[in-house]
């Protein structure tokens, strides 16, 4: 057998099979990977143009950050130790009046992008103002993206109004429709910003299209109480209503929820976006993963934005959900590190419709592929390398990213984004938003 690349790894975890396969191989050809073979196996059927033999390492599939804002990394730490809507009534939001433009948005992406690569995230499903910019530093970086089609009933820079936000969404879906890498969702921010009618022709165009909803749900109960006292019912049944809560809803949060709630989801198919860290910071409440997982509900996990979290690292996020789960259960075999792994991989991917793609190391999908170095102090001695990548490991011990069979982390280095020059885009912002920041 002949392949463009072949990696010996010590350890691959396919995630889409429980367990792990000792001194095995992938081999990748043609940005797919062909066969999973045993070290033996690989080094008498394959022939490869590169080989790369990584003793000490893990092999995972590619991390799935299912929940971001990528360009508020610019805005990281202007504003912290605030509740949710202190946070953006007082702080955020009238930053970005300020400053989002163009310019901010694909600096800020490009930092976002560089973030994640190094933290071992191959794919990451966006909402934020100008996708268009996102979607093309993304594919520039060789970056797996959705790109959220953002619709929210207050002007801002993007656009002026609900018609102009939907319009603007349909050409930034035809702009990538053919890309192989960045795909869109359609993104309406939250129940308490965005009101019926547009919802309603949002249902519509998802539809017609065929294209997942991202949006932030029950993430407050401040919004619960606001949505009873405006619209006489919660969110959710408002949702519920209007037809959105269905297999294409990716519902981000879900901090408050009732067990009618719960079971709607369960028998709807919707995806719920798990924010453990997020969620912490901003006191927003606890998702309750263990009871949503129970009633087969598909969870993946995001970081949500840097301005919040104040990092996009998916090793952390698995972390914090596996031990918050056991925290607040009071159970400690909630949420083991294989499922927590699954999570941050498979849920993500099936949670965007690319399950079929990517989110697991499966003989026909796309080489996302992240190699870990368990080798070092911090992740020694390896009893179950899955424990040590959710419990020990460091995003600083992701040494390889390969997205779609190409390399664009090498031995820690960048590829494909100048990392001097981003730093420096990044510092020429912090001096301008120092001296106004909104």
Known sequence: MQTDLLIHADWVIPVDEPGVLAQH??????????AILTRDEAQQQVTARETVTLAGHALIPGLINAHTHSAMCLFRGLADDLPLMTWLNEHIWP???RWVHE????DGSRLAIAEMIRSGTTCFNDMYFFPDVTGRVAAQAGMRATVGLILIDFPSAWASDADAYLDKAIAVHDQF???PLVRTAFAPHAPYSVSDAPLRRVVTLANELDLPVHMHVHETDTEVSGSITQ???RPIERLHRLDLINPTLMAVHMTQLEGDEIDLFAGSGAHVV???QSNLKLASGHCPVTRLLEAGINVALGTDGAASNNDLDMLAEM???ALLAKGGSGDACALPAQQALHMATLAGARALGIGDLTGSLTVGKSADIVALDLSQPETQPVFNPISQLVYAAGREQVRHVWINGRQVLKNRALTTIDLAQTLQRATSWHERIMKHPG
Do not use: N
Not at 103 to 106: H, L, M, N
């Open 25 to 34: 191989s992938i081999a990748v050809d043609g940005g797919r990977i062909s």
């Open 95 to 97: 930053a970005e009046a």
């Open 103 to 106: 310019e901010f948005v694909a």
């Open 177 to 179: 429709r053919s890309d």
């Open 231 to 233: 619209h006489g019912r």
């Open 274 to 276: 798990h924010c453990p």
């Open 319 to 321: 972390q914090t959900a």
